[in-house]
């Protein structure tokens, strides 16, 4: 094989030497479709275009593909990303279509990055993967390999996916590939995350196909590759990190509601005890959000005979903090002698982490709505969230920071924003009583408030 190449060569089972493989590839000899170019997915198919110079990004959404193919980045607080977006489209490294199938048609290297989420019966939603496996199969050719990057329950490849690809294509496995290669990428430093802040997991449906994803992501990530036995053992490495951040999360919230029996500040206790090698307890908080965390559990928990009760009784305790902190919010506002029908609560943060525009499975959404139903007139600000409508219909009135108000009753921090850095927050209370302002501390962000006498203190596992 040529360095100088010019038609489009597939890897896997590719006669060619190593060597010849890889300058493929990195010449641009090895067309790449990335299909799904949301937060995760615009990242990696830059760096994919970085690597290779020649991506094709796939995605139903017309105004994504559109701003993309004018070089511009619709992801939000990803430091690098939109310049490097527009140095590879001026450049004919990254192209944007809604037109899967031509883009599959001209792939070698087919990668997927699509939701993967869980259904109104807290099942896995595999219909958005399968629908980008159809489109991808409609171009298959022998020597292709499809690369599954979306977060999915095990056994997923094998069941689910690659009957689709064989019964849509025609070919069957070992005439092309499949390999599972999770993305372990957190908002906010995706492209660091993507490049190699992490050894990065493959496992294929045969040898050939780890093999060839061995070889492709060599070039992709400057750390260790990690061939595991194969895809359902990928499946389950990147479902595992989930679910043990889940169960440990579970734990902490757990913890958390023992401060007051103990009269101590558990997350003080925490702090002291994660000073040893042996224990990392995580975080209390006001709740568990994100389409990851909430949602990998229920990617094994009602998908497998065995039972699961230590998950099972961890995701049923972090979905109960919301409750929990609308509690503290109430419980304060009478023990200050107001009526929550009478009560005007502020809610800073609506986003389901900081900096990141994301509200599903957000915890400030059913504290809203606890709230509401309480009969308080809640407000909420959040710089960072764009999605504004569902909290709108939950009773809230949506301000920016500067129509924030004053003579507040409570305010609950769900979502430390930077933003709110600057906030003054015991100004925001009563200004002509020496009734004390609520403040609900959801993230341990303003302990430094507790016994400020203008302050009624309530935190997450922080005895007052
Ligand atoms: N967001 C995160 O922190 C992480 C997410 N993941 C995995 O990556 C998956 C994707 O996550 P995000 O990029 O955050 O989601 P996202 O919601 O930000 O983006 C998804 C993109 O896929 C597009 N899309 C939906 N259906 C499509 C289809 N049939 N064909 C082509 N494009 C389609 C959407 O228009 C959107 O642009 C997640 O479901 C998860 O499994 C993995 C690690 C981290
Ligand atoms: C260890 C880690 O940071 N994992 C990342 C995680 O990303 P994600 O954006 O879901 O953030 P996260 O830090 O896990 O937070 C999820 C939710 O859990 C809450 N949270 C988090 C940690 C904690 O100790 N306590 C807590 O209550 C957060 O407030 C948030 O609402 O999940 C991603 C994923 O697996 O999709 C993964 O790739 C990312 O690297």
Not at 122 to 140: F, K, N, Y
Not at 339 to 345: F, K, R, S
Request: proline letters at 6%.
């Amino acid at each position: 094989m040529s360095d100088t190449q010019t038609t489009s060569v597939g890897l896997y089972n590719s006669d060619a030497s190593i060597a010849e493989q890889r300058n493929a590839l990195k010449n641009g000899a090895v067309p790449v479709s990335v299909t799904g170019l949301g937060k995760m997915g615009l990242p990696l198919a830059a760096v994919y275009a970085d690597v290779t110079s020649n991506v094709t990004g796939v995605d139903i959404d017309r105004a994504v593909v559109d701003q993309i193919t004018e070089g511009e980045c619709h992801i939000t607080g990803e430091p690098g990303l939109p310049e490097l977006v527009s140095e590879l489209v001026a450049a004919g490294k990254l192209t944007a279509t809604t037109d899967g199938t031509a883009a599959a048609t001209n792939a070698r290297v087919h990668v997927a990055i699509v939701p993967t989420l869980i259904d109104e019966n807290d099942q896995p939603d595999l219909s958005v993967m399968e629908t980008a496996m159809r489109t991808i199969a409609g171009g298959l050719e022998p020597g292709d390999i499809v690369i599954a990057e979306s977060t999915l329950p095990p056994r997923s490849c094998v069941d689910r996916l690659l009957p689709v690809l064989e019964a849509e294509s025609g070919l069957s496995l070992g005439e092309f590939g499949m390999a599972f290669c999770p993305e372990r990428t957190a908002s906010g430093r995706a492209l660091e995350d993507i490049r190699g802040a992490y050894p990065k997991i493959v496992g294929g449906l045969d040898a050939e196909s780890t093999r060839v994803a061995e070889l492709i992501y060599g070039e992709i990530n400057d750390n260790e590759i990690v061939s595991v036995s194969d895809a359902t053992t990928a499946e389950a490495v990147k479902v595992f990190e989930g679910v043990y951040r889940d169960v440990n999360i579970g734990l902490a919230n757990e913890l958390a509601r023992l401060t007051e029996e103990f009269d101590i500040d558990v997350t003080e206790a925490i702090d002291a005890a994660n000073t040893q090698p042996f224990c990392e307890i995580h975080q209390p908080g006001a709740g568990v959000g994100g389409h990851c965390i909430p949602y990998y559990p229920r990617f094994v928990m009602g998908t497998v005979e065995s039972e699961t009760p230590v998950m099972e009784q961890a995701r049923e305790t972090n979905e109960e903090m919301p409750h929990y902190t609308a509690t503290h919010a109430l419980d304060g506002l009478r023990a200050e002698g107001i009526d929550p029908e009478d009560a005007e609560v502020l809610v800073l943060g609506l986003t389901y982490r900081p900096g990141v525009n994301e509200i599903r499975a957000t915890p400030a959404l059913p504290i809203v709505e606890k709230l509401d139903d309480a009969g308080t007139a809640v407000t909420a600000v959040d710089p960072v969230n764009s999605h504004t409508e569902p909290f709108e219909v939950a009773g809230a009135t949506i301000v920016s920071i500067a129509e924030i108000g004053e003579d507040y009753d409570a305010v609950v921090l769900v979502t430390p924003q930077p933003a709110f850095d600057d906030l003054d927050v015991p100004a925001l209370g009563p200004t002509e009583t020496d009734q004390r302002l609520v403040l609900v501390d959801g993230r341990q962000e303003l302990k430094s408030l507790r016994g400020h006498d203008a302050i009624h203190y309530r935190g997450i596992g922080i005895n007052v």
